[in-house]
């Protein structure tokens, strides 16, 4: 194994970061923070107390006194189930290998983080994070309609994240962080050997000979977050954070499965045949603006709005070195989006918060750019949980949240992958729990 590799697989082999549609929107994994869950992350700029605030904010880090540490970690289940509605192959009648439309296709995800800060002076403020921004993952049956455009899909990111900020006024912080981000991907799908034969006359038919291709690839990228916090109260904070783009540009190969007809094309093509494998891809930036307000000594509000610029992922591009083999093109064209979210506080006493909160999540995914491999669509989420003394250092958090996803919409149109159409009902369910401890 490679000296890349090495962190990134310590990290990745206790936990499976793949999630098909996650608590954000696109490709987007929301769930760093385990204290900051209970209100859906409303106030996530200016209202959590412990490490994990450097991913949303990094100048919050000055409310942290001392050195403490925290980790936790989400179980996100998800269901993802297809119905289709008509589906064919290129304008004849799809007659599938089964009648099942792909089974639940969504994938448990245990994501784990682990942040920790320390106070080195009364200015200056560190704060150190590993955590999963991104994630993908989608499990059909090998059987199901849309199966050349995608069986499988799997995405894992690990952003390794130190960050440092200053107290520049006792109402004002900034903060600043960079981040090494591993991404590692995984795409699969079937192929119509039968139907590309047919089309050359070498005497077979559609989806009687089906083959399957598998793509993997890895690369790390680099970017940065910053954040301001102006207190004018000591009741009232207002947050203000952006992180940047991430460029990657994946390498690593694609093996192809074919059936017998599938050897007489790669004789007769050069195709098909296992080979290396580049693609790009540009994680977005994002801003975040949001504020907080404890009105009474019971009671606090909170709220947060985020804008995530999409617009970064115009297609998904496969390139193969196999000089023959044209590249596999996925049309995207997202859109910039905003998240909202709103939430409350209720401190019981010293020692227990409640916390509830809610919002609406856009998606990026344009209806007529929708994928099988990405069933993106809008969602509204409720959140609530504890945070729990456990003794004087130590605490406990516990927060349980559901996504609203609405029906969407699939219709794709491919010469040889055939066209698809049909729908995707998907809901998610969320627990996290963790431990914060303060030296």
């Not at 959590?48 to 942290?64: E, K, T």
């Not at 729908?423 to 369910?429: A, E, G, L, Y």
């Amino acid at each position: 194994m490679s000296l890349k590799r090495i962190l990134p697989f310590v990290f990745l082999s206790i936990s499976n970061c793949y999630v098909e549609n996650t608590h954000a929107a696109g490709i987007a994994i929301i769930e760093q923070s385990i204290s900051g869950f209970k209100t859906g992350y409303a106030g996530a700029t200016t209202s959590i107390d412990d490490a994990s605030a450097i991913v949303f904010n990094p100048a919050a880090l000055s409310r942290l006194k001392g050195t403490q540490f925290m980790g936790g970690a989400h179980i996100l289940s998800p269901s993802t189930k297809y119905e289709d509605q008509g589906s064919t192959i290129y304008g004849r009648s799809l007659k599938p290998l089964s009648k099942d439309s792909g089974g639940d296709a969504g994938k448990t995800a245990y994501i784990p983080n682990f942040f920790a800060s320390h106070q080195i002076s009364d200015k200056l403020y560190a704060g150190f994070g590993i955590f999963a921004p991104f994630g993908l993952g989608i499990d059909y049956k090998k059987t199901w309609e849309g199966r050349y455009h995608g069986t499988k899909n799997d995405m894992a990111t690990l952003n390794i994240n130190p960050s440092i900020a200053y107290k520049a006024h006792d109402k004002l912080t900034f903060g600043v962080g960079l981040s090494a981000e591993y991404v590692e991907a995984t795409l699969e799908s079937a192929i119509d050997f039968g139907g590309i034969a047919a089309s050359k006359g070498l005497g077979s038919a559609s989806q009687t000979a089906d083959g399957y291709v598998k793509i993997k690839g890895d690369d790390w990228g680099f970017g940065f977050n910053a954040g301001v916090l102006y207190e004018p109260t000591e009741d009232t904070r207002f947050g203000f954070s952006y992180r940047s783009t991430i460029c990657s540009e994946l390498s690593g190969k694609a093996v192809f499965k074919r059936s017998p007809i599938g050897d007489v094309i790669n004789q007769r093509s050069g195709m098909f045949k296992n080979t290396g494998v580049n693609a790009s891809i540009t994680f977005p930036e994002a801003v975040i603006a949001g504020f907080y307000h404890k009105f009474s000594p019971k009671w606090a509000i909170m709220s947060d709005v985020q804008y995530t610029h999409w617009r970064r992922l115009k297609e998904l591009r496969v390139r193969f070195k196999n000089p023959v083999q044209p590249d596999d093109v996925s049309p995207m064209k997202w859109k910039g989006v905003f998240r909202v979210a709103g939430g409350a506080h209720y401190y019981l006493n010293d020692s227990w918060t409640f916390g509830v909160g809610g919002g609406f999540d856009k998606s990026p995914v344009p209806n007529e750019h929708r994928t099988a491999r990405i069933p993106d669509s809008d969602r509204v989420f409720l959140n609530t949980g504890l945070s729990t003394r456990i003794y004087d250092t130590l605490f406990f958090d516990l927060s349980y949240g559901h996504l609203f996803f609405k029906k969407a919409g699939i219709d794709l149109k491919h010469e040889t992958k055939g066209n698809l159409k049909g729908r995707i009902k998907t809901n998610v369910n969320i627990l996290s729990a963790g431990l914060r401890y303060k030296l």
